[in-house]
């Protein structure tokens, strides 16, 4: 072929080597945005299976469209002018996201939700943020491939030749962007730098696309905007609530991690380590003058060693704290149990700085690891008199490898004899499918697993102990005063004492459940059924049984007094006819099921009947507190329903989108001139 023949078939190509670089820094761009998102979203949605499902699948979907976009203007002759223009709106949108991302994160979810009942919230609530922020430019940039490979074909290179080298570029460069984003943008510019620079280097790729030297100028000039602006400073990514003061704020590897302070009241000021979406949850607590957490789970977990002792503690008491955060629990154990000496595993070294800057400087000694708790328990060669395990992933699961079987009897080799296993489970009942499940998996090494609820909290301590099943009645025999604590709080210890020596307080929760083990993970399904699958109606129990109501209510108080909830509804519903005390037991049952909306409706019911002054002014106590429970819940599941509707726009605003993309891919095309290719 001549030269006069070859000529013109640049007109509406690419050079290969400009389109390499243009699809290494697509495939940047797309999985540094991609891996941006979950970190972006965090602070307002966490980072859960679901919410990561949400990021992927919108970005997949979109992605899809976009490819099939693409391949419709891939036929048009202005072809490169459509990928430069796709590339510098889809670079623009990104690096304009996080701007919006606080704003449009606090619009959908109020801060002030409890974390139980918010979990339907924060899974439609992400989808409308992901479809929002990240579903428009993912759309266009999946049309970028086909256009970069038809654009450069045009610059006579072979079809196969152009799809593979632009392929593997555009792999390459995602594998690039996947570790860039994780292990350097995020942890030392954060997600909103990182989601700029991403859209920054999109915009780059689309001056590498331009033909023109204006355009090039005008790419290089918003080019300098977009780095500008992701160098700027900017303010926390999530303010902190009302009635708290923001003291640090950090994006580690591994989650986004605040520290706030409660603000000066006539109580003492609580310092919080809040994780991801926080809500009404913290991972670390330090109470301003005092040795202990306020009656939080810390406080609680340090009955263990009396539990190994057989109501004494051990000599030469050694601990060991997996999931150790900014270290509550060690600063408990220095004030109730000087001397012991208190190892601490943390896999996220941004948790101990932090607890090491606005933490209790009282700690009990011990060795630091930065490492997985299983990882470090495999390789361990110490062994202790308690192991507490309270670590936690995306804020609400346990990790399926840090519950399983196999670790359970990990952690038993390296118990000393009668040591404890403690475990903190966040559950909403005694019979709530994560905490049954590992309970009877710690059961499976065990022989036995016990649970004590923490009062006014939604997590249990969970027991076994390396020999003999723990007896909580001998913590009745542990002498008190080595301790050093403030009057105050040697009082709060001997309560929570005394009230975990009551053997009534304990469920055996050996049973129930599945046992959980490496290669099957379940816990991710049953938080769900736990979290999202809440059995309450908002009626009362319709009594319709043979049953005379004074058996039935000998029964119903009987099954109160074992804590076995549901027994207690089954005996309600056998009775002939109801009674205030039917009404009032079936109402307390069903609050200690996290039924309250039905337990409302008891109490109500059981004041409709003749009743007692006496019996009538406890029941209006219990309606008010139901009620006052109640009202977060119900919040919760307001927004849940708001954003059903708001996904459904969501989902129609793509569809409309990517119907707009349709027709502009129909419009006609300016006139042009056919040139012929040579493949070479």
């Given at each position: 072929m001549?030269a006069?023949?070859?000529?013109?078939?640049?007109?509406?190509?690419?050079?290969?080597?400009?389109?390499?670089?243009?699809?290494?820094?697509?495939?940047?761009?797309?999985?540094a945005?991609?891996?941006?998102?979950?970190?972006?979203?965090?602070?307002?949605f966490?980072?859960?299976?679901?919410?990561?499902?949400?990021?992927?699948?919108?970005?997949l979907?979109?992605?899809?469209?976009?490819?099939?976009?693409?391949?419709?203007?891939?036929?048009?002759?202005?072809?490169?002018?459509?990928?430069?223009?796709?590339?510098?709106?889809?670079?623009?949108?990104?690096?304009?996201?996080p701007?919006?991302?606080?704003?449009?994160?606090?619009?959908?979810?109020?801060?002030?939700?409890?974390?139980?009942?918010?979990?339907?919230?924060?899974?439609?609530?992400?989808?409308?943020?992901?479809?929002?922020?990240?579903?428009?430019?993912?759309?266009?940039?999946?049309?970028?491939?086909?256009?970069?490979?038809?654009v450069?074909?045009?610059?006579?290179?072979a079809?196969?030749r152009?799809?593979?080298?632009?392929?593997?570029?555009?792999?390459?460069?995602s594998?690039?962007?996947?570790?860039?984003?994780?292990?350097?943008?995020?942890?030392?510019?954060?997600?909103?730098?990182?989601?700029?620079?991403?859209?920054?280097?999109?915009?780059?790729?689309?001056?590498?696309?331009?033909?023109?030297p204006?355009?090039?100028?005008?790419?290089?000039?918003?080019?300098?905007?977009?780095?500008?602006?992701?160098?700027?400073?900017?303010?926390?990514?999530?303010?902190?609530?009302?009635?708290?003061?923001?003291?640090?704020?950090?994006?580690?590897?591994?989650?986004?991690?605040?520290?706030?302070?409660?603000?000066?009241?006539?109580?003492?000021?609580?310092?919080?380590?809040?994780?991801?979406?926080?809500?009404d949850?913290?991972?670390s607590?330090?109470?301003?003058g005092?040795?202990?957490?306020?009656?939080?789970?810390?406080?609680?977990?340090?009955i263990a060693?009396?539990?190994?002792?057989?109501?004494?503690?051990?000599?030469?008491?050694?601990?060991l704290s997996?999931?150790?955060?900014a270290?509550?629990?060690r600063?408990?154990?220095?004030g109730?149990?000087?001397?012991?000496?208190?190892?601490?595993?943390?896999?996220?070294?941004?948790?101990?700085?932090?607890?090491?800057?606005?933490?209790?400087?009282?700690?009990?000694?011990?060795?630091?690891?930065?490492?997985?708790?299983?990882?470090?328990?495999?390789?361990?060669?110490?062994?202790?008199?308690?192991?507490?395990?309270?670590?936690?992933?995306?804020?609400?699961?346990?990790?399926?490898?840090?519950?399983?079987?196999?670790?359970?009897?990990?952690a038993?080799?390296?118990?000393?004899?009668?040591?404890?296993?403690?475990c903190?489970?966040?559950?909403?009942?005694?019979?709530?499918?994560?905490?049954?499940?590992?309970?009877?998996?710690?059961a499976?090494?065990?022989?036995?697993?016990?649970a004590?609820?923490?009062?006014?909290?939604?997590?249990?301590?969970?027991?076994?102990?390396?020999?003999d099943?723990?007896?909580?009645?001998?913590?009745?025999?542990?002498?008190?005063?080595?301790?050093?604590?403030?009057?105050?709080?040697?009082?709060?210890?001997q309560?929570?004492v005394?009230?975990?020596?009551?053997v009534?307080?304990?469920t055996?929760?050996s049973?129930?459940?599945?046992?959980?083990?490496?290669?099957?993970?379940?816990?991710?399904?049953?938080?769900?059924?736990?979290?999202?699958?809440?059995?309450?109606?908002?009626?009362?129990?319709?009594?319709?049984?043979a049953?005379?109501?004074?058996?039935?209510?000998?029964?119903?108080?009987?099954?109160?007094?074992?804590?076995?909830?549901?027994?207690?509804?089954?005996?309600?519903?056998?009775?002939?006819?109801a009674?205030?005390?039917?009404?009032e037991?079936?109402?307390?049952?069903?609050?200690?099921?996290?039924?309250?909306?039905?337990?409302?409706?008891?109490y109500?019911?059981?004041l409709?009947?003749?009743?007692?002054?006496?019996a009538?002014?406890?029941?209006?106590?219990k309606?008010?507190?139901?009620?006052?429970?109640?009202?977060?819940?119900?919040?919760?599941?307001?927004?849940?329903l708001?954003?059903?509707?708001?996904q459904?726009?969501?989902?129609?605003g793509?569809?409309a989108?990517l119907a707009?993309?349709?027709?502009?891919?129909?419009?006609?095309?300016?006139?042009?001139?056919?040139?012929?290719?040579?493949?070479?």
């Open positions: 001549t006069a023949a070859v000529a013109p078939a640049a007109v509406g190509g690419l050079p290969l080597g400009r389109g390499i670089a243009a699809a290494a820094l697509t495939g940047f761009g797309v999985m945005a991609e891996l941006t998102a979950v970190r972006l979203l965090a602070p307002h966490g980072d859960s299976a679901y919410v990561w499902t949400n990021v992927i699948g919108i970005i979907a979109a992605l899809a469209a976009g490819a099939w976009f693409g391949g419709r203007l891939a036929a048009r002759t202005e072809a490169v002018q459509w990928l430069w223009r796709l590339l510098v709106a889809a670079g623009a949108w990104l690096a304009l996201a701007f919006v991302a606080g704003p449009l994160g606090g619009w959908l979810l109020p801060a002030d939700l409890p974390l139980d009942a918010a979990m339907s919230a924060l899974v439609r609530g992400s989808f409308v943020a992901t479809a929002v922020l990240f579903g428009p430019p993912m759309l266009l940039l999946g049309a970028v491939s086909p256009l970069l490979i038809t450069v074909v045009r610059g006579a290179i079809v196969g152009a799809a593979g080298v632009l392929g593997a570029a555009g792999t390459l460069g594998l690039v962007g996947t570790f860039a984003a994780t292990h350097w943008l995020v942890p030392e510019f954060g997600c909103r730098a990182a989601s700029t620079i991403a859209g920054a280097l999109l915009v780059l790729a689309a001056v590498a696309t331009a033909q023109r204006p355009l090039r100028a005008a790419g290089l000039l918003v080019l300098t905007i977009v780095a500008a602006a992701a160098l700027a400073p900017r303010g926390p990514l999530r303010p902190a609530p009302a009635g708290r003061e923001l003291l640090a704020e950090r994006e580690s590897r591994y989650q986004f991690l605040q520290v706030q302070r409660t603000r000066p009241t006539d109580q003492p000021r609580h310092t919080l380590l809040v994780v991801n979406e926080g809500l949850s913290f991972h607590v330090y109470v301003e005092s040795a202990l957490t306020g009656g939080a789970y810390y406080d609680w977990h340090a060693p009396l539990l190994a002792g057989d109501g004494a503690r051990p000599a030469d008491l050694r601990v997996v999931g150790d955060a270290g509550s629990l600063a408990v154990y220095a109730v149990h000087p001397g012991a000496v208190v190892d601490g595993v943390d896999i996220d070294p941004e948790c101990r700085e932090l607890g090491r800057q606005f933490f209790s400087p009282l700690q009990a000694p011990g060795e630091d690891f930065t490492v997985d708790g299983r990882v470090f328990l495999a390789r361990a060669h110490t062994r202790w008199h308690v192991i507490h395990v309270d670590a936690y992933a995306h804020q609400v699961y346990v990790p399926a490898h840090l519950a399983s079987r196999e670790f359970f009897a990990l038993r080799q390296r118990l000393l004899p009668n040591g404890v296993l403690a903190n489970v966040g559950a909403l009942r005694d019979d709530d499918p994560v905490l049954r499940s590992i309970g009877t998996t710690m499976a090494v065990f022989g036995h697993a016990l004590l609820r923490v009062p006014a909290s939604r997590n249990f301590l969970v027991v076994a102990r390396n020999g099943a723990p007896q909580p009645a001998t913590l009745q025999q542990f002498r008190f005063g080595a301790e050093r604590l403030p009057e105050v709080d040697a009082a709060a210890w309560q929570i005394a009230a975990s020596a009551q009534g307080v304990w055996d929760v049973g129930g459940g599945e046992v959980l083990v490496d290669d099957r993970p379940a816990l991710d399904r049953k938080l769900h059924d736990s979290y999202l699958r809440r059995d309450d109606s908002g009626r009362a129990i319709v009594c319709t049984g049953m005379e109501p004074a058996g039935a209510e000998m029964a119903a108080f009987a099954h109160g007094q074992a804590r076995q909830w549901a027994e207690v509804l089954i005996a309600v519903g056998r009775s002939r006819t009674t205030p005390y039917l009404r037991l079936a109402g307390d049952a069903r609050w200690s099921l996290r039924q309250l909306a039905s337990a409302v409706a008891e109500e019911d059981a409709r009947l003749p009743v007692d002054p006496d009538a002014v406890r029941l209006r106590h309606l008010a507190t139901a009620r006052e429970d109640l009202q977060p819940i119900a919040a919760a599941d307001r927004v849940a708001e954003l059903r509707w708001l459904v726009a969501a989902v129609g793509l569809l989108l707009l993309a349709h027709r502009m891919s129909r419009m006609p095309a300016a006139p042009s001139v056919s040139v012929s290719v040579a493949a070479r």
